[in-house]
């Protein structure tokens, strides 16, 4: 199984600051994704990724980018948070064409005040 | 693209009680379906997924699901709950879009097992 983990599992950043979550990964798995987790909303896509350097956008890309400089590691930023980001983040990994299952890291959860 | 209902949010259930979490979807093409669960302040795990064969699948710990094409359906199931299987559960569905492997998330159903 894949190992994925994340940087921080609780945050709390101001209105307007610059805020990274990064995931690191113990395979060499090609896709990672972004998702938020908010109550009676499921998750929801923010970003994946495909390969080093490349990305696309989710379901609700507004606010956020991201950046995969090296395989292991995919990070999300929050280019000037908001109250609204406030939420459970979850890093996955899609563990390839034999299993097609994605593993997920232990969430980060964000407050923004 | 796809979606996927999970009708109800919450489902209080007596230890040793059966129970049957509900999931429909909707997709133009094949999918890939999947049942995760979320224990509290954790990640996500995968309970079970149908990727072909047979429609019945079983997880290690009790649960199963079956795959209905005809009604668009993968209800979970299990026969006898435990405290220990209070947890929120999530139904997804996969088809290959672009050049990843995306789910689809229901937004899931909070089962609680009671004393």
């Known amino acids: 199984d894949v190992k994925v983990t994340q940087s921080s599992r609780y945050l709390v950043k101001r209105t307007g600051e610059k805020v990274f979550l990064e995931c690191v990964q113990d395979?060499?798995?090609?896709?990672m994704f972004w998702y938020r987790q908010d109550p009676g909303l499921g998750l929801r896509l923010i970003y994946f990724s495909y390969d080093v350097k490349m990305k696309e956008k989710g379901d609700i890309p507004e606010g956020y980018s991201v950046s995969r400089e090296k395989k292991e590691r995919f990070s999300l930023i929050l280019e000037s948070a908001s109250t609204n980001q406030t939420s459970m983040y979850l890093c996955?990994?899609?563990?390839?064409?034999?299993?097609?299952?994605?593993?997920f890291g232990p969430g980060t959860r964000l407050t923004v005040t | 693209a796809q979606s996927v209902t999970q009708l109800d949010s919450q489902v209080p259930v007596f230890e040793e009680a059966p129970v049957e979490l509900r999931c429909n979807y909707s997709?133009?093409?094949?999918?890939?379906l999947f049942w995760y669960v979320q224990y509290p302040n954790q990640g996500l795990q995968l309970l079970l997924k149908y990727l072909s064969g047979s429609t019945l699948v079983e997880s290690i710990n009790g649960f199963e699901a079956e795959f209905n094409k005809s009604q668009t359906s993968f209800h979970l199931r299990k026969p006898s709950v435990h405290i220990s299987d209070t947890a929120e559960y999530f139904c997804a569905v996969s088809a290959l879009s672009g050049s990843a492997r995306q789910l689809t998330f229901g937004s899931g159903t909070q089962l609680t097992v009671l004393p």
């Open positions: 997709s133009s093409v094949s999918v890939y």
């Open positions: 996955a990994v899609h563990g390839g064409q034999v299993n097609y299952e994605q593993y």
């Open positions: 395979m060499d798995h090609e896709n």
